[in-house]
């Protein structure tokens, strides 16, 4: 068992490099106002520590997919464990400490192939911005390997990039928000879900000076179930490659009512 714990200063360390200033995180008034009791942690935070104490230094497949759920947020400064699952191989949950409930769980699994997609967006990070984004991102995942940066570059571009909220699916569900601070400004969201699918060589480890001097991340179609009223469910995805090796990125929102969230 690993003890994980986190900090608002945390928070703001992840959004300087993410973009991600949900006020689930930040604004205890606005979280309360929601019907929730506390700031919570960024799910994306406590999975750098989740993914690298699950990533295996080689694997026996082509790719591996990384399947996340995050069942209920953790909490600023509280104690969790997280606890590899002895009965499934590359798989293990973050508890709490009193009840054992599970807040998230990640699973690790071979593959054969990379999934083929439409793409619908390309957009280009140039040598500075990666530059200076992986300044903010060592110090919040030391030791880190490939597919980790990636990840997080994937999910960084993912909230940042208007293109993703004016694809039709979400345009035509939030015909007003075409930028994540328009979203967040209207409607409460919460992460649920994250699948990441990666070629197994980028298991290998990140080093500073292997940084590209460009790197082009394609938008994948999205994807939207239910309505605002009811709380709506958005899958937004991206892929990138990096030294001719794949990963693709989708994460699951739902947006609108969120209850104790």
């Known amino acids: 068992m690993t003890p994980l714990y986190y900090t608002l200063d945390d928070a703001h360390r992840w959004a300087a490099f993410s973009g991600d200033y949900n006020p689930v ?11 929730g009791t506390a700031l919570s942690v960024h799910g994306m935070l406590a999975l750098l520590d989740v993914k690298r104490s699950l990533s295996p230094e080689v694997a026996h497949a082509p790719y591996l997919s990384c399947t996340v759920r995050l069942r209920r947020p953790l909490l600023h400064d509280t ?29 690790f699994t071979p593959q054969t192939h990379f999934p083929p997609s439409e793409i619908r967006h390309r957009a280009v990070l140039g040598g500075a911005t990666l530059a200076a984004l992986q300044t903010k991102f060592v110090p919040l995942l030391p030791m880190a390997q490939q597919w980790h940066f990636l990840d997080a570059l ?49 298991l290998a480890p990140w080093h500073e ?4 001097g460009a790197l082009e991340i394609e938008t994948l179609p999205a994807l939207v179930v239910g309505d605002l009223q009811h709380g709506a469910i958005v899958r937004i ?25």
């Open 25 to 35: 995180h930040f604004d205890e008034a606005w979280v309360k106002a929601q019907g």
């Open 79 to 107: 104690t969790y464990l997280l606890t590899h699952d002895s009965a499934r191989k590359g798989a293990a949950v973050v508890t709490d400490i009193l009840a054992g409930q599970i807040f998230l769980s990640c699973q």
């Open 154 to 202: 994937l999910f960084r571009q993912l909230i940042q990039d208007n293109s993703v909220l004016r694809q039709d699916a979400i345009a035509a569900l939030l015909p007003h928000c075409d930028t994540l601070a328009s979203l967040l400004s209207c409607y409460p969201v919460v992460q649920t879900h994250q699948e990441v699918i990666f070629d197994s060589q980028l």
């Open 209 to 212: 000076d292997a940084l590209p």
């Open 237 to 261: 995805a991206n892929q990138t490659r990096f030294l001719h090796h794949n990963i693709s990125s989708a994460i699951t929102l739902k947006v609108g009512p969120t209850g104790a969230q």
